[in-house]
């Protein structure tokens, strides 16, 4: 441990060196983690900081408390392409995951002025709500409400009637609509407690909230989208070209 120099707070450079031995592959899914005895006794700090650090560890989705036999190492962390612009499933299918999906409600609905105003319609205008919990491999990893002025898509009730169907597909195939681009905001945003319930997360803990506005190939504005991602096992890169002045 280092004591001086920069004061990089103790439970924290435990935290730090733990996340590069789990991504350096030095510990492996499922390795058991010392005590917070032994962890206390090998860095020479409280039984306290040890506690605080594997706390944290476990509230960013790298470890998992197991009652009466220890704390394991889990690292689910799912890497998302932020840039990408490309559907749930196929996106976790990459990873080498399992997804699912849960409908939580599907209905037309009027348009309120904050959606209204994202998809550039009229309040009050009929719109196509489907809010949708996403699962990896039977984990919650975001929730997804998607609107869609239901001019573009009337009837589309009849076409959305199972678990996995794919919003993007039925758009292409029933309506003849493609996706093609779509502008994104991401922010970090705390769960409430229907979100925490959904995702089984603790109230208030911290999520990325990414909003879209996707468009066709005509560059016309079709869906407006927020997903609610869990911030402890969810990642997001993406890879940027460097333009000199």
Known sequence: MNKTGDH?????QIKNLFIQEIESGKWKQGDKLPSERELAAQYQISRMTARHAISILERE???ER??????????????????EFSS??????????????????KRKELANGFVAKRL????????WSLKRVRFADDIPVSIELSYIPYAYCPGI??????????????????????LVRADQTMRISLSDEAESKLLRIGNDSPCILVEAQAFDKNDKLIEFSQAQTRGDIVR??????VKNN
């Open 236 to 241: 997001f890169f993406s890879k940027l070209n």
């Open 66 to 83: 197991v009652v009466g036999s220890g704390t394991f190492v889990t690292n689910r962390r799912i890497q998302l392409d932020f840039v």
């Open 8 to 12: 990089i707070p103790f439970y924290q």
């Open 120 to 127: 550039g319609i009229s309040e009050g205008e009929e719109i």
């Open 157 to 178: 009730e009849a076409h959305m009637n199972g678990e996995d169907i794919s919003l993007y597909q039925v758009l292409e195939e029933r309506y003849g609509i493609k």
């Open 61 to 63: 989705g790298f470890v």
């Open 88 to 105: 749930f499933s196929k996106t976790i299918l990459s990873k080498g995951l399992r997804p699912s999906t849960n409908t939580v409600h």
